[in-house]
Nanobody, 122 residues
Framework: QVQLVESGGGLVQAGGSLRLSCAASGRTFSRYAMGWFRQAPEKEREFVAAISWTGINTYYADSVKGRFTISRDNAKNTGYLQMNSLKPEDTAVYYC???????????????WGQGTQVTVSS
């Protein structure tokens, strides 16, 4: 059974940093693209960042570009999202996902984690 488990969320002050992890089990995702998405209260889920299966290509939402870094370790079947210079507007539940296509669209990702809460205080 495929399972994705996010961790690393929490409460942080504005300007602080967090590192999210996404540990996958049940199958190997080394040939899958990985994405991070987030959903703030009363808002739709939105794209944050994506990385190709090789790790060579990355893409970011404009709102996080220059502050967040997506990475992966295929040997560990794990992905990461390093978040620096956090802002209150980054507060959301963050989800990792894996899919065959390197994409910004949720529908291209088949496997999803349960989410981890990130709260940034001002």
């Amino acid at each position: 059974q495929v399972q994705l488990v996010e961790s690393g969320g929490g409460l942080v002050q504005a300007g602080g940093s967090l590192r999210l992890s996404c540990a996958a089990s049940g199958r190997t995702f080394s040939r899958y693209a990985m994405g991070w998405f987030r959903q703030a209260p009363e808002k739709e889920r939105e794209f944050v960042a994506a990385i190709s299966w090789t790790g060579i290509n990355t893409y970011y939402a404009d709102s996080v570009k220059g502050r967040f870094t997506i990475s992966r370790d295929n040997a560990k079947n794990t992905g990461y999202l390093q978040m620096n210079s956090l802002k209150p507007e980054d507060t959301a539940v963050y989800y990792c996902a894996f899919g065959r296509r390197y994409s910004v669209h949720m529908e291209d990702y088949r496997y999803w984690g349960q989410g981890t809460q990130v709260t940034v205080s001002s």
